[in-house]
Structure formats: C-alpha cells, structure tokens
Nanobody, 119 residues
Framework: QVQLVESGGGLVQSGGSLRLSCAAS????????VTWYRQAPGKQRELVAG???????NSAEYEKGRFTISRDNAKNTEDLPMNNLKPEDTAIYSC?????????????WGQGTQVTVSS
C-alpha cells in the first residue's frame, strides 16, 4: 500500500522557518519525481517546488531563495526547508509523487500539512 506522510507544518511568525518533510512507503521512491504544492483558502493550488528522480529541481518564482527542496533516496523522504516565511505563505502544503514511463503512470498525494504564518 502506497503511503505519503507530510510533517513539519505548524504556526510560525513572519520571518520564521519551518521544515516540511514527506515520507513515502510502498513505492520505489528513487524512481519518482516529487513536487510540493500548496493551496490557500479560496485560492487555486499552486506549485511550490519540485525535484525529479534525477535530482533536478525547480521552484516557483515567489519563493526562490527561501525554500530549498531536497531528497534522500536512502530514507525515502524529501524535505522542504522554508525560510523567511511570510503571511502569504499560509496554506496547506502537499507532496505529490509521480512516475511516468511509456504506457505507465502513477500519481500519489499525501494528506497535506498546514502552514500558518502570523504577521
């Protein structure tokens, strides 16, 4: 059974830091691309940052320099340290793991973790 569990969310003051993690089980983690998304109340879901199975990263323009995605294939986890958080970063953050090959696709989501940044 595939399971993705996010952790590390919480309440922090503006300018503070949090470190989100997503632990995967039931999949060959090293073969999956991982992307963090977030969704604030009343807003559409948006990409935060992603890392491919090969280690290539991308991130949203709004957070460059503040968030740094990484992965540990030995531990089946990816981390998203977030620094200099702002009230507009308040959202539910979810990890998405995808595997795409010719004729085969898998897509799994975690349950999300709440990040609240107070001003």
């Amino acid at each position: 059974q595939v399971q993705l569990v996010e952790s590390g969310g919480g309440l922090v003051q503006s300018g503070g830091s949090l470190r989100l993690s997503c632990a995967a089980s039931g999949i060959v983690f090293r073969m999956y691309d991982v992307t963090w998304y977030r969704q604030a109340p009343g807003k559409q879901r948006e990409l935060v940052a992603g890392i491919t199975s090969g280690g290539n990263t991308n991130s949203a323009e709004y957070e460059k320099g503040r968030f740094t995605i990484s992965r540990d294939n030995a531990k089946n986890t990816e981390d998203l340290p977030m620094n200099n958080l702002k009230p507009e970063d308040t959202a539910i953050y979810s990890c998405d793991e995808q595997f795409h090959r010719v004729g085969v696709s898998y897509d799994y989501w975690g349950q999300g973790t709440q990040v609240t940044v107070s001003s």
